[in-house]
């Protein structure tokens, strides 16, 4: 494959979110507004992108008997690190994210980019995967959580924008969440098929 394709192919043909219907535990638990929304992005980011890196880059070395326990060591350092980093840096976001930023460790985004992409692909177009698959993700993520806040409490990136008494607090629910990716899945099907 391309190096292009590998970088785009996450942003909406294979968008983890709204096409794959991965990792989806953390969209529904943490898009209840933007700014949680951007921040699990970018935790999820940091992990895919670095541990498609390393998993690309030890391929030849690791025994295929024993790939996956090495894949969740590589993706649970990072996670460490993004999780204490989290922690001393953005301590109301790191506890507005709670269990679900140690919980990376088995988004099936990141282990499934593992076992499917980098273990087979060399560094470069591991690394634009996990680039495009993250930017796909937090497309989305980040998506959901603007309609959920600005429909369910009034507020975009925690900016009152309008009265909270008029906003729909179902978005800001679970119900709120699949509601969102179920309107954002049908409108990518209807753009698509007006494309195709």
Do not use: H
Request: glycine share 8%.
């Amino acid at each position: 494959m391309s190096l292009k394709n590998d970088l785009t192919l996450g942003l909406l043909k294979e968008n983890p979110v709204l096409r794959l219907m991965i990792g989806l535990c953390p969209v529904l638990a943490v898009s209840n507004n933007a700014i949680n929304a951007l921040g699990m992005s970018l935790a999820v980011a940091f992990v895919l992108i670095l541990s498609n890196f390393v998993v690309a880059a030890i391929r030849k070395v690791v025994p295929d008997d024993i790939r996956i326990p090495i894949f969740i060591i590589v993706i649970s350092t990072f996670v460490t690190i993004i999780d204490y980093t989290m922690q001393a840096f953005t301590p109301e976001l790191y506890a507005a994210l709670g269990v679900f930023v140690p919980l990376i460790v088995v988004n099936c985004i990141i282990l499934g980019r593992a076992e499917a992409f980098a273990y087979r692909a060399p560094v470069l177009n591991s690394v634009l995967d996990g680039v495009g698959m993250s930017l796909g993700f937090g497309l989305a993520l980040v998506t959901i959580g603007v309609v959920r806040e600005l429909l369910g409490s009034g507020s975009l990136f925690g900016w009152q924008l309008f009265n909270g008494a008029a906003a729909a607090t179902i978005m800001i629910l679970p119900p709120g969440a699949f509601i969102t990716i179920g309107l954002l899945m049908a409108g990518l099907n209807k753009l698509e098929n007006k494309v195709l």
